[in-house]
């Protein structure tokens, strides 16, 4: 029996990989020379796939990273002198905020109680905040924010960099770039990849920034900072030798994305979500944990009454994976991924194995 992995990062491969591996190993991709013509020409197929899927415009730039933890690093080493606001509503939105902690910045924050989301109204950002940071789509609680929300927070504060998680929710969110000016992901959920490889993109605004804290002599990092970054990208290079096979993979799967539709995707991604939805609000015992205006389509989360390991072994006998609940509700929630890679017809099935 083949297992359908509806777990929320790694998640299932997106249908397409294994021949592409199978491409991959009969051309030898992983032996190429990462500074050669042929990891060259990967590296700009790659680049210029994500432009179009992701309508990534010429004043940011995509750097090849290790993970999206990666990114959180990267981006408050680069940009922060000292001051970071962070927008927290889980496990992982705080992981950016104790990132900033951690490399002696200082952090303010606002936070909300888990799994509910911000009345952005009523936040206000101190004048010397010099990065917001947004989790779009916390993965630990499956609470989405609106990228509208978002755009007029940065209207209101353009003195403000916005540095955004969209680990669990690219590609299906559609993002207005002119409003953004970092955002960063990891191949392992929507792009349904292999692990070990993140994805930053940067603006031509973010790297101003950075050179002016290294005139500072702050440090900004070691081989891998957005200026040793923007420097080997002008060559379709990276500054290490990168995860040759993955970049590959992710330039292949986000064509096959673009063949299919992006359209078609999303609309796809927001029927599957609903269809989850509607049968969890009308179930006896098991409910989603977020309200209706703040719920994520890319991931869902559960309440479980404490089923959770009966909910987890009767799916896997059936050949389901799903995730457990995050952290100290991991025995009383479920996590169910809802990305390219899980089809409509998979959904059914997995909703009448409950």
Known sequence: MKNTYFTVGPSQLYPTVAKHVAVAMKQDVPSLNHRGKEFKEIYKHTSEMLRKLMDIPESHHIFFVASGHEGMERILMNTVHKHSFHLVSGAFSKKFYAQALALSKKPEKIEVPTGTGFDFAKIKIPKHAE??????????????????DIYALKKRTPQALIAMDIVSSAPYVTIDFRHIDMAFFSVQKGFGLPSGL???????????????????????????DFLSLHESVLTSQTPETPNIL??????????????????KMRKETEEKAKLLYDFFDKHPKYKPFVTKEHRSPTTLVIDTKGDTEKIVAKLAKKGYGVSKGYGDRNEDQIRIANFPAQTLKQVKTLLASF
């Open 246 to 263: 993955n970049i590959y993979l992710l330039g292949k799967v986000t064509q096959d994305l673009l063949q299919y539709g992006v359209e």
């Open 131 to 148: 990065v917001i940071c947004i989790t779009q789509n916390e993965t630990s609680t499956g609470v989405r924010i609106n990228m509208s």
């Open 198 to 224: 993140g994805i930053l993109i940067v603006s031509n605004k973010a790297i101003k920034k950075t050179k002016l804290l290294a005139g500072k002599k702050m440090p900004i990092g070691g081989y891998h």
